[in-house]
């Protein structure tokens, strides 16, 4: 089969942009719930966006070892992402909880890498979830990716991709230091809400 064209490929990242739009407003309705009544803090730090080029779908294909074509296309379920940052470890799972508790949200996937990190030390709660979208005339289901991380795992993550895609050499011991950077933020993140719970002011 032919590879999925650039054209081809625009009209189906517009389709999961319409899904990620009515993702991102769930998102924000939780988010300003929380503002609202919460008697605690927010738990919301930062909410981020972005849609996959088609350079970036192509060599997932790629990566993948599949064809480039429409059928392998579609089975892309990130295409679409929303990127929730919390300062504490355990409001990633409170903010999981209340997402998939939202009507019309199906959750085809969960991947907790915080309990179970990569090898090279990444953590990350991953969730693809499927919303009902009109486009065009008709009512399909789009999926779309959803990271929950704090943001100590948000720097990692962010360090380690720029070392790992932008430099052409990185030295050879990265990832032993990568894996132990990763053990000092996880550590972190779990003093870290052990201050909040012994500071009366929160």
């Not at 294909?61 to 296309?73: F, P, Q, Y």
């Not at 919390?86 to 409170?94: A, E, G, I, N, P």
């Not at 915080?114 to 979208?133: D, M």
Request: charge should be negative.
């Amino acid at each position: 089969m032919e590879n999925f064209t650039k054209e081809e490929y625009s009209q189906y990242a517009a389709l999961c942009e319409c899904g990620l739009r009515i993702v991102l407003t769930r998102i924000e309705n939780l988010r300003q719930e929380a503002e609202i009544f919460s008697a605690e803090r927010n738990p919301f730090y930062d909410i981020q966006t972005r849609i996959k080029t088609y350079e970036s779908a192509v060599n997932k294909c790629l990566d993948r070892g599949t064809a480039c074509d429409i059928k392998a296309l579609k089975k892309l379920h990130d295409i679409a992402g929303v990127r929730i940052i919390t300062l504490y470890k355990d409001d990633v799972y409170s903010i999981r909880d209340a997402l998939v508790r939202q009507p019309s949200i199906e959750v085809l996937e969960e991947r907790d890498y915080i309990a179970n990190p990569k090898p090279n030390g990444y953590r990350s709660l991953h969730l693809i979830i499927s919303v009902h979208v009109y486009f065009s005339g008709t009512t399909r289901s789009v999926p779309v990716e959803v990271q929950i991380r704090t943001q100590a795992m948000n720097l990692w993550a962010s360090v380690e991709h720029n070392v790992k895609y932008k430099n052409d050499a990185p030295s050879d011991e990265a990832p032993e230091m990568f894996a132990r950077i990763a053990g000092i933020l996880e550590e972190f993140d779990e003093n870290a809400m052990r201050l909040r719970d012994n500071n009366p002011c929160n």
